[in-house]
Each structure stands twice: as structure tokens, then as C-alpha cells.
């Protein structure tokens, strides 16, 4: 029992001491329950710079290059195409070509196929899933799929970079999955710019 409080104290001496060490005004607190989030904030590690005014980096001509050539009407299209399914609630439809989860995730990665077919082998298009049982918010079993496409380096294949993006949406009935819920900025936008 005796080691356990040891170790206990010297946690807890740790933790103050940083905060002592490395003290931070904390923002006002903005939760509904300020009195917990004011908790939980002085409870914050490491220290943050949140209020810090960020100053822009300007970009150099490698990052110019590649921003020229980004496309907002191919993004537009991308999102106005995710909308066009109506909705991709979780629970939705998997098996229509033209509405639902399924269809946008099915249309997705015949996008991301495209893109495979020109990149000399180095790309790969999964879509993994599996069966989520009965659960919060998940009223009965259902597929989850992502999409996912796997670009491998040609200078450093080992390096590792992660675009993440979420393609489904939803009514503010979370347990509505049948209604309209277009998506557009949450999230196609995000979904979009992965394409």
C-alpha cells in the first residue's frame, strides 16, 4: 500500500511542480459549466499558447507550385457531388447507387481508383469496415467503411502522412438517418479536399 501513495505523491508533486515552473493565464472560461471547465483547463498540460497571435509563414516556391495547383472547381464539384446523395447519415442506405452512406462511399473511391490508375503503382484504394453492434446512437447493426488510399514515397517511402477527412453527415436528430442532411461543410468541404 505504502509504494502506491509514494508514487501517488510524487505525481502529484510532479504535476504542481510544472504548473508552478510553467504557469499560463488561462482564457475566461466559455462552457456552460464553468465551474468544471475552469477545472479542467487548470488541469491542462503542457502550457498552451491559445490567444497567441500566429504570424503567416510565407509559403516558398515548392508550396507555391503545389497550391497552384489546386483546383476550386474540382473541389466545388467534389462537394456538390457528396450533397447530391442526400444524405450519408451512418445509418443510412448502403445498397442504393444513388443516396446514402453507401453511394458516397462507393463513388469516393472509384474517385480515388481514378487517381491510382496514373500513379505508376505507388497508390492503393482500400475500403475497409466492419460491423458496429447495437451501441449509443447506433440503434442496429450496421457496416462502417472508410476509404482509404495509401500513396507510398518515391524518395522516402517510410515517411508517414495522415489527411484525414469524414464523409458522413446528419440531421440534428442524430437517430434520423433518412431525412436530408447534405453535408456540405460538415464535412464534405474536408472530404472534398481530399479528392
Known sequence: MYPSVVAFGLLLTT?????????RELPAPVAANASSYTNCANAAWPP???????????PNDEL????????????????????SFGTRHTLSTQNDTQRGIGAARDWIASEFRKYAEDSEGRMTVTVPGYIQGVASRIPFPV??????????????PS????????????VTDVLDYTSDAPGANDDASGTACMS
Not at 457496416?143 to 522516402?156: F, H, P, R, W
Not at 515517411?159 to 446528419?170: A, F
Open 143 to 156: 457496416k462502417i467503411s472508410n476509404v482509404l488510399a495509401t500513396i507510398k514515397g518515391s524518395v522516402d
Open 48 to 58: 498552451s499558447d491559445v490567444g497567441v497571435e500566429l504570424v503567416p509563414q510565407a
Open 15 to 23: 504535476a504542481c511542480a510544472n504548473n508552478i515552473l510553467l504557469s
Open 64 to 83: 507555391s507550385g503545389l497550391l497552384d495547383q489546386v483546383d476550386p472547381a474540382r473541389i466545388q464539384a467534389s462537394i456538390e457531388k457528396l450533397v
Open 159 to 170: 515517411r508517414v502522412y495522415v489527411i484525414t477527412g469524414h464523409y458522413d453527415s446528419r
